[in-house]
Structure formats: structure tokens, C-alpha cells
């Protein structure tokens, strides 16, 4: 595993968490061939209608400027759009670091915390990028491939929390191979015992 430099919060500045501030953050972040969408204030449901569907919206438009404002989230629209940027989204904090020495790939790629667990931001190629759930067991959940027709979080308040979304690791975007990440996933993260909520 890699060293983590200070963490970094898209959009915090003195006067609290700014929608535009995050966009500036994330586009100097992130490959220029992202599609960020707005999604609702302390939410993490898209903002637009028809988001799968939509044109990529330019943030310095006048539509995105008044989109990308106030506290909106920012979502990335994950797949083929994006030019196959996608996240793998683990939901306990207890399989991060198993996950990261599996997949060796994650251990560098972009890291992003939320309430619990944390996504990473992969490159992925190939005629199907479907989201699909990781499991590492019978009906054990231990989260998700976000691919094709779904969005990360990137940035925003969390709704549970309160609390901004935040990176914990910078960093160029890996290019794995989504079925060979699951299979390393699902025969390798032994059940850990239920993260409290």
C-alpha cells in the first residue's frame, strides 16, 4: 500500500463547501474526458432528468454555472461517456486496506471517502461496462463496480453525515480489468463481522 498524503475536501473553502469550487478542484483533478453531473444539495441523487441520457454538460456554460452552484454534489457519470473512467465502491472501512493489497491497482488509484468504506476511481475498457454488485460470499454485499447508466459521488455534503466528501489519495486513474478485479475480490475478502452503523 502507498502512503497517503493529506486528504483533500473538492470545494471546501473558508466559507464552507461551494458547488463551483469543487467543479474548479475536479477539473484539475481529473481527465479532461469526464462527464460531471450536478446532483441535489446533501444528496446523492442526480439533479437532472434523463442523466444517463443527456449531452455532457460543459461546467462554464451558463447551464452548468447554473447547475454547479450552492451546495450541489458532484456526480461523475461512470463508463463508456467518461472514456471508461468507473469506480469501485467498497461499503465498510474493514476490507479497504484487503482490498487494496488484492488489487494492487487500487492502492494507487484516486481514493474517495464518504460516510463508510471509500471508491476508487478506475479506467476500464471493453464493449460492456455494466455496474454490477461485489460479493464476497452468499448474500454478503460488500459493494459495487459503478459502470455504464450510473454516477459517483465525487464531491458534495453527505447526507447522512454532514460532513463534505473527501479524497484521500490523488493520483493517475488505473486501467484494470473489471472481471479479474471481482474475481480477486469475491475468492480472497474473508466475511468480516458487520461494521456498526
Request: glycine share 12%; charged share 20%.
Amino acid at each position: 500500500m502507498h502512503p497517503e498524503p493529506t486528504e483533500r475536501v473538492p470545494g471546501l473553502r473558508d466559507g464552507g463547501y461551494s458547488a463551483w469550487a469543487a467543479v474548479q478542484d475536479l477539473l484539475q483533478w481529473l481527465p479532461a474526458t469526464c462527464s460531471l453531473i450536478p446532483l441535489h444539495p446533501r444528496s446523492k441523487k442526480p439533479a437532472l432528468n434523463h442523466w444517463t441520457t443527456n449531452p455532457r454538460m460543459d461546467p462554464d456554460s451558463t447551464e452548468g454555472r447554473h447547475w454547479f452552484s450552492g451546495e450541489a454534489g458532484i456526480g461523475l457519470r461512470c463508463g463508456t461517456v467518461s472514456d471508461g473512467i468507473c469506480a469501485v465502491d467498497i461499503d465498510s472501512d474493514a476490507w479497504i486496506a484487503r482490498v487494496e493489497l488484492l488489487v494492487p491497482a487500487l492502492g494507487a488509484a484516486p481514493k474517495i471517502i464518504g460516510a463508510r468504506g471509500c471508491k476508487w476511481l478506475v479506467q476500464c475498457h471493453g464493449p460492456n461496462l455494466r455496474g454490477r454488485g461485489l460479493k464476497c460470499g452468499p448474500g454478503v454485499r460488500l459493494g459495487e463496480f459503478l459502470g455504464d447508466r450510473q454516477q459517483a459521488v465525487l464531491a458534495g455534503i453527505h447526507p447522512d453525515t454532514g460532513r463534505p466528501y473527501s479524497w484521500a489519495r490523488l493520483g493517475p486513474i488505473p486501467l484494470i480489468d473489471p472481471a479479474g478485479c471481482f474475481e480477486s475480490i469475491r475468492h480472497h475478502v474473508p466475511e468480516p463481522k458487520p461494521t456498526p452503523p
